[in-house]
């Protein structure tokens, strides 16, 4: 494993350090901005040549910005599947980044709270992400780079549509604000489609932890906004910082309250079955061990479990992906052979606390 | 739980089992992706928004020009069709060269909008048209109100008011 990534594997990184406001249900905080770069054709039309000078220009512009210190510049097309693999379960690349084809880059500081994807759906997608829910804060940041990036390059922009983006969802504004809500109690409970209510209704879709097309696992959910053309950036944060965010985080703490009230022994036989299931399983799939982490992380909020310490438990969030897992073992693993390491990892983990 | 018995490699999720004529019991047990191969089932939807991307050009067929099809755009040569086949625009001159069936495409995705409110590019001197700079007064003006912020409601009225009559 090449630098950086060693390093990486054993860092927590910005999204799983569990802090930050609300952050027993609000898991992080993340924007991201879509960019072009005007006098270039967007990716679909650019040829190997083009795509190579649009990641150089862009690469440049982030070099001279010099807003943070110690960013790590990626050349993605270079990587090793499991490399790719690690930067998408850290979120510092989105899936689509990491399959793309071509010349395409990802610069990432040095806690992984800014990323610049180079060559995505767009010539730049930027994106900062904060533990709880730091809206306003991460908006400053994100707008920051960008304010960087736009004195260094100029920016597809047009007078009635706003950014130019690929792909027309994205036009205007080029902003995706991305919220990740634990919420183990309303699935407990059955009332998960309080929350597809509260998100529809603003127009705003659910999707599960890596985005979009992934299924909700271990009772991650994200909220982001699909309108992007029409309504000023600080009006959307506003939106979720003052309605849709608070409204589902009530939701969870009153299921969970409902659940200490009513049903206690359900609920602590589903705790201790897996917190009993972590400490002592011989093999243990990437689904089971969410599903598990996530019941044992509530137990420790809610006061119920109080063996454990919750940076363990964020830690194993990500160590336990398949290709942290293969990283921290050194070597690559097929299906079985993750699934014995990772039940492994859990147990020895566990059985320090 | 088996593998799936064609690929061997994906855990078998489809299960099948049919009577022939004969009386015969036949059982399948597939993957989804062999299964969708076969036909057996309907592939996912890939995703949200490509859903929306579909929904919109189903609606296009449906408004746009007749001779849409033949439209190209003279910057980056996509046609139209390629861009509807694929959900991706080729270049930014695109939005102007397929306006007339792009707008209502980017209307339904964006909740009936068609003008950009928000940031712009300061380097570029890209200043505010002042109908921009209405559209985002007043939207402002509604949020003070809402606020029950009188006094900055009433500056946002007076600036409209100016903007308005020049």
Aim: aromatic content about 6%; some cysteine.
């Amino acid at each position: 494993m090449k630098q950086p990534f060693d390093g990486l594997v054993r860092n927590d990184g910005e999204w799983l350090r569990g802090d930050g406001p609300m952050h027993e249900i609000v898991i992080s905080t993340r924007i991201r901005l879509a960019r072009n770069i005007a006098g270039f054709h967007f990716l679909s039309r650019a040829d190997s040549e083009m795509r190579a000078e649009i990641a150089e220009t862009v690469q440049a512009a982030v070099r001279k910005a010099g807003l943070l210190n110690d960013f790590t510049h990626v050349d993605v097309d270079q990587l090793e599947e499991l490399e790719r693999n690690l930067l998408v379960e850290r979120q510092l690349v989105s899936r689509q980044h990491a399959e793309g084809i071509g010349a395409r880059k990802v610069v990432f500081d040095e806690n992984e709270a800014s990323a610049v994807m180079i060559n995505e759906e767009d010539h730049v997608r930027i994106q900062v992400m904060r533990s709880g829910l730091q809206l306003e804060q991460a908006w400053e940041q994100i707008n920051a780079v960008d304010d960087a990036l736009e004195a260094r390059l100029e920016y597809a922009f047009h007078p009635q549509y706003g950014y130019l983006t690929a792909c027309p969802t994205n036009l205007g504004t080029g902003i995706r604000v991305s919220v990740m809500l634990h919420l183990p109690a309303l699935r407990l409970t059955n009332e998960l489609e309080r929350v597809g209510r509260a998100a529809k209704d603003l127009k705003l879709a659910v999707r599960g932890l890596f985005g979009e097309g992934t299924e909700a696992m271990g009772d991650f959910f994200q909220i982001s906004n699909q309108i992007t053309l029409g309504c000023e950036e600080t009006a959307i944060i506003r939106a979720f910082h003052d309605g849709v965010i608070p409204e589902i985080v009530e939701y969870e703490k009153s299921a969970r309250a409902a659940l200490l009230d009513k049903r206690l022994y359900a609920l602590d036989d589903k705790l201790f079955r897996a917190y009993g299931a972590l400490q002592n399983a011989r093999l243990m799939s990437t689904s089971e061990a969410m599903q598990y982490l996530s019941h044992v992380r509530m137990g420790l909020h809610i006061g119920r479990l109080k063996t454990v310490d919750l940076q363990t438990v964020n830690q194993l969030f990500i160590q336990t992906q398949p290709a942290h897992l293969q990283a921290l073992e050194g070597q690559r693993l097929n299906g079985e052979q993750r699934s014995i390491a990772r039940a492994n990892l859990i147990r020895d983990r566990l059985s320090r606390n | 739980m088996g593998l799936c018995e064609n690929c061997k490699k994906a855990q078998a999720t489809f299960h099948l089992m049919n009577i022939t004529r004969e009386g015969e019991k036949i059982e399948r047990h597939l993957c989804e992706r062999c299964a969708i191969e076969e036909g057996l089932v309907q592939a996912p939807k890939q995703n949200f928004s490509m859903e929306i991307i579909e929904n919109f050009i189903e609606s296009a067929k449906s408004s746009g020009p007749e001779n849409q099809s033949d439209m190209l755009c003279d910057e980056c040569g996509i046609s139209y069709v390629e861009f509807r086949n694929q959900g991706l625009l080729g270049c930014p001159n695109d939005y102007d060269a397929f306006q007339d069936v792009l707008q209502p495409l980017i209307e339904r995705a964006h909740d009936g909008a068609t003008q950009h409110i928000g940031k712009t590019p300061s380097t570029l001197g890209v200043e505010r048209t002042p109908q921009q700079e209405i559209r985002l007064l007043k939207r402002q003006l509604d949020e003070a109100v809402a606020a029950e912020d009188y006094e900055r409601a009433a500056k946002l009225r007076d600036r409209i008011d100016t903007l308005e009559k020049s």
